[in-house]
């Protein structure tokens, strides 16, 4: 199974275990809360990815340190993570299920990448074309990538519109390098 079917299958048990007990906010937090731990403590991370330490005995520090805190659900679903060792993987698992949270509440999230910040201005248009486009309520995931070089590459939706000066560029580059191929032949 690959890391992405991995975790959509966890993402997955998550949700469907959030439904049977109506939890679905208790364990969208509580994943965010077991994946600030593991990110914030050295320690707690390294033994959760030290191969010589049994799984049952991660999953047993898994449920010591967040059994009170945490409802059952992701202490269950992760304890299984740690245990198989997807540790790794967690912070993309809470990815996944606040992508089903958000698909379940009629929002979609689009992922949209800019050379610099966007205005709030901008940011306001953006939100209502999209919504426009989707007929969804639209939740931005904003990410700086001065690589770009400016534009903007939008992931919503499944599909990718890509009006990044970096892409335009490369585009004129192959044009120009395929009409110089033809004019030598």
Same mark, same amino acid.
């Given at each position: ?78 304890? @299984? ?7 790794? $993987?967690? &912070?993309? =698992?809470?990815?996944?299920? /606040? !992508?089903? #949270? ?28 999209l919504a426009a486009a989707t007929g969804r309520?639209?939740? @931005? ?7 770009? $070089?400016? &534009?903007? =590459?939008?992931?919503?939706? /499944? !599909?990718? #519109? ?24």
């Open positions: 199974m690959s890391a992405s079917e991995t975790v959509s299958t966890y993402a997955r048990a998550l949700y469907d275990l959030a439904t049977v007990s109506d939890a679905f906010d208790a364990v969208d937090e509580g994943l965010k809360a077991v994946v600030r731990a593991v990110r914030g403590n050295v320690d707690l991370r390294e033994a959760f990815l030290d191969t010589s330490v049994p799984g049952e005995k991660k999953r047993e520090i898994m449920r010591a340190i967040f059994g009170d805190a945490v409802v059952p659900e992701v202490v269950a679903v992760a304890g @299984l993570m740690v245990e198989r060792g997807h540790t790794d $993987l967690l &912070g993309q =698992v809470a990815s996944e299920y /606040g !992508r089903l #949270l958000e698909e379940k509440r009629g929002v979609v999230v689009a992922e949209v990448t800019t050379a610099v910040p966007l205005s709030d201005a901008l940011r306001a248009r953006l939100v209502e074309k309520t639209v939740s @931005l995931q904003e990410r700086v990538d001065p690589s770009i $070089l400016g &534009g903007i =590459v939008i992931k919503v939706a /499944g !599909r990718v #519109l890509d009006g990044s000066v970096n892409t335009q560029l490369r585009e004129l580059r192959q044009a120009l390098s395929t009409a110089r191929q033809g004019g030598d032949a």
